[in-house]
């Protein structure tokens, strides 16, 4: 086997983790960076009904934790993760603003 090829190949296979290592976020949030999105935005929407009763607000808000299967608690400790990774965390608010924007007016 000439040498060049099993260099090429043993620098492919030393590259390949590290490709993925860098793919990898840096912050682990305990949920993918969309769901995280998705509830801030809802959570955003339903803080933002002013006109509404604040018992119906906050039936709203429990309603977005129970769809997407999250507590409070676990997306505060998201949150407190990202505090770690600054330019993720501004990446993903201005992801949360975009989504909110979009999101349809609740009723």
Request: proline share 7%; net charge positive; charged share 25%.
């Amino acid at each position: 086997m000439p040498v060049a090829r099993v260099v090429r190949g043993s620098s492919l296979a030393l590259l390949i983790p590290l490709l993925t290592a860098c793919a990898r976020p840096s912050v682990e949030l305990g949920m993918s960076d969309s769901t995280y999105v998705q509830v801030l935005a809802e959570l955003r929407q339903v803080g933002d009904q002013s006109n509404v009763a604040p018992a119906l607000r906050a039936t709203r808000r429990d309603a977005v934790f129970r769809r997407h299967k999250l507590s409070p608690t676990e997306l505060e400790a998201a949150s407190a993760a990202l505090t770690s990774d600054p330019s993720r965390a501004a990446e993903l608010w201005r992801k949360v603003d975009e989504k909110a924007a979009a999101l349809p007016p609740l009723r």
